[in-house]
């Protein structure tokens, strides 16, 4: 078999059954499977996909493994020559798989490989591609910045400003979308199992990398990525918010030692307090340009940061 498409789903059945059509609507030239692990949602709706899709195959958890051991679970149940990693709030445009699988055939070092990711409006999503954490560009990680500066390797996201034809050697892809070899995967230890949620997809581009292989980004590869819709059912608030600054930290640690974690940790805290600030004076004196709900939504996301580096919100966001 060429290729084992692996999706993890939690409470995103509507999205999963969208992705899953279009895969077998768009793929074709190739022998593949697709495997669901559904990590023990509320609403069980897998039965009736596999009514929709007989040749899916899904695998059910009797609780929530997280993003990384539910993908390494459904990895050591497939058998394909290659392996997608796939979100299930994504759809594909036209034929990514072909174009990202054949890319991968004519690579001999590539490692993991990525497509250009797409918002539900069409505009392309910065975050498919981008640099390994450091202090600095996560500090420096502002909007207006990035659109300012694009070619900046702190970002790391200047193939997206071109349509080359070629695969662009890039440092990580978002993990929505990982295709690499069989062998790759097993070799560098599969996901690090430690990340629940987060920082799993920096953690393999990394190890790959270390390995000796190259990643890779595919321009004219597509498709649609809704984006963060299982997170968002969350009811803690900011849960997701703090699941992914933990995790950055616990990168930072690994690749590079507790005391650059602390450095971290530290500039977050202080990043919070100076944009709360702003936020602050924002509401103050330009309120009437600026969208009041996107504001309060700006300061509960870095309220609920600086209480995380103070370390004020552990146990809330603690997981199994």
């Known amino acids: 078999m060429d290729l084992s498409i692996i ?5 995103s059945t509507d999205y999963l059954r969208e992705c899953v059509a279009s895969i077998y609507e768009f ?15 509320r609403v069980q709706d897998c039965d009736r996909l596999v009514e929709q899709f007989s040749e899916l195959k899904v695998i059910k958890s009797s609780r929530n493994l997280g993003f990384a051991r539910a ?3 459904g990895f050591r149940q497939s058998s394909g020559d290659h392996v997608l990693f796939l979100n299930p709030d994504t759809r594909l445009l036209g034929q990514t798989i072909n174009i990202v699988l054949e890319r991968l055939k004519s690579l001999p070092d590539a ?18 591609i981008q640099s390994f954490p450091t202090v600095l560009n996560q500090l420096m990680d502002v909007a207006y910045l990035r659109s300012r500066w694009p070619n900046s390797r702190l970002w790391g996201i200047s193939p997206l400003l071109s349509d080359c034809p070629s695969a662009s050697e890039v440092e990580a892809v978002s993990g929505a979308c990982m295709m690499l070899r069989r062998e790759v995967f097993a070799e560098v230890g599969m996901f690090s199992e430690e990340y629940f949620m987060y920082a799993e997809d920096l953690d393999l581009c990394y190890k790959v990398v270390r390995a000796g292989y190259v990643n890779y980004y595919i321009s004219q590869a ?31 640690v690994k690749t590079r030692g507790r005391g650059y974690g602390a450095v971290y940790r530290a500039a977050m805290a202080c990043s919070a307090m100076g944009r709360l600030l702003l936020i602050g004076l924002a509401s103050c004196i330009v ?10 939504m700006a300061a509960a996301k870095w309220k609920a940061i600086l209480r995380w580096a103070l370390g004020l919100e552990k146990a809330a966001f603690d997981v199994a």
């Open 7 to 11: 999706l993890v789903n939690w409470n």
């Open 27 to 41: 793929t074709s030239g190739v022998s593949f499977e697709v495997i669901v692990v559904d990590n023990a949602s």
């Open 71 to 73: 993908n390494n679970l």
């Open 111 to 128: 490692g993991v490989i990525g497509c250009k990711l797409l918002n539900s409006d069409l505009s392309v999503q910065t975050s498919c």
């Open 222 to 252: 597509r498709m649609i990525h809704h984006g963060g819709k299982s997170s968002r059912q969350q009811k803690i608030d900011q849960w997701a918010t703090i699941m992914k600054v933990r995790a950055v930290q616990h990168f930072c």
């Open 287 to 296: 309120s009437a340009r600026w969208n009041s709900e996107d504001l309060s």
